[in-house]
């Protein structure tokens, strides 16, 4: 068992709203916080394989993939099994399992938080 704390790109206001764990770079320097979520994703998405089974499940039909349509990555399926986990660790996919099969999905607002925090904060007025 891990003891890994997920610390979520997303996270909810009291409203139910999902916001961004962090402002896009070009508005403020980050917190000790943010940078350590910012960090994690970007230490998930660093590795090959890692940002293969994410762009296969992200661009998959329906937003979402069985494990048995994304592991042919040139790496065994142990290893597949080890970089999903990671990529669920840093808060990037979520997963069901169907019977003997798991679904990964990422979900649009991780996406669209992923974009945000890259984006050029809106000028002054």
């Known amino acids: 068992m891990s003891h890994t704390k997920v610390l979520p790109l997303l996270e909810p206001e009291a409203s139910g709203a999902v916001v961004p764990c962090c402002p896009p770079l070009t508005e403020r320097p980050f917190t000790a916080e943010e940078a350590e979520t910012a960090a994690r994703m970007f230490k998930a998405l660093g590795d090959p394989v890692r940002l293969r089974l994410f762009s ?40 069901e399992r169907r019977g003997t099969w798991v679904y990964y999905r ?17 000028a002054a007025v």
């Open 56 to 95: 296969a499940v992200a661009s998959h039909e329906g937003g979402e993939a069985c494990v048995c349509d994304i592991s042919d990555v040139g790496v065994s399926q142990p290893t597949v099994s080890h970089h999903l986990k990671k990529l669920k660790e840093a808060g990037l996919l979520t997963s």
């Open 106 to 122: 990422v979900e649009p607002s991780v996406l669209a938080a992923m974009g945000r925090l890259l984006t050029m904060a809106p």
